[in-house]
């Protein structure tokens, strides 16, 4: 088969790809072989002052609806030895006791670096503090002491079954006139991330208009529609206007650097870049843009 032939292929798996996500299907996830998604992140950390009779009745309530859990003191450093495999942590405050201001950094910097979420429990006055002290999007669900067990296991439960289907999973929508690099980003960032592809400026701007993205990644230098004239268009729709925008470009010399940022992005890669360094730069990214 001529290279042109499997080139045209591509071109056609990708369009076909582009044109799944604009009516609503998700992008491909990571899975075991079945079908099944796959996920680590199953486990409830249940965090508060001390391990009280009411932390504990919480705990075997989780476990005893076949969901790990664990508990774990304020301290920093107990929440990082128990952190691995947690998917969603729940702060349990007792008596009025809350979480000191190292605690409160360390959780939200883990939550959003690695897309996981957090229940409140405790008296009304706790709660609305807490609820200052952590970004909104990193808070799943609040409860207020006395607490229904039933309704707070549905809620653990509820919220296991939307992470596996990816509903709390950012979406980036990659825009290029490259089939072959579109799918080289797409491969790279599909296991965090929900990925949308388009091929060119305008099948972007339609995409946009049947979905939501929360980053840009947007090819600088493509034919008839540019990324400055993609990007202009953006900005000028009121619906469109706040999503960030980051430029992909092939050209790293001074001058080109220069005219891509004059355009205010909010960002630019090299095209060069590798995996392991986009995948920490997105991170970085969304934890500095948090809600």
Known sequence: MSDNMNDGLD???????????????GPASSDSGDGKPVSKNNKVLVVGAKESFLIRVIVKKIQDAGIP????PWEVNDIYSRWKDTGLVTAYMDDGLRPGDDAVRFLTDKLAEED??????????????????FPVDLIYQTFIRPIDNDKFIATVR??????????????????????????????????????????????????LGLNNADLILLDYEMPVTSGAMVLEMLRNDEETRNIPVIFLTGKNDKNSVIAVMQLKP????????ERKELLDKL???FVLHRS
Do not use: H
């Not at 996981?116 to 002290?133: H, P, Q, T, Y």
């Open 283 to 285: 991170d970085e990214f």
């Open 266 to 273: 909010d960002g630019y890669f090299l095209k060069t870049i």
């Open 69 to 72: 859990c664990e508990f774990a």
């Open 158 to 207: 509820e919220f296991f079954d939307e992470a596996r289907s990816g509903s709390f999973k950012k979406t980036i929508l990659v825009v290029d006139d490259d089939p072959n690099y579109l799918n080289l980003v797409r491969e790279w960032l599909r296991g965090k991330y929900k990925v949308a592809m388009a091929n060119s400026g305008m099948q972007a701007i339609k995409w």
């Open 11 to 25: 071109f056609l798996n990708d369009t076909l790809d582009f044109l799944n996500n604009s009516f609503g299907a």
């Open 116 to 133: 996981k979420k957090l229940i409140l429990v405790g008296e009304k006055n706790d709660v609305s503090i807490m609820e200052k002290n």
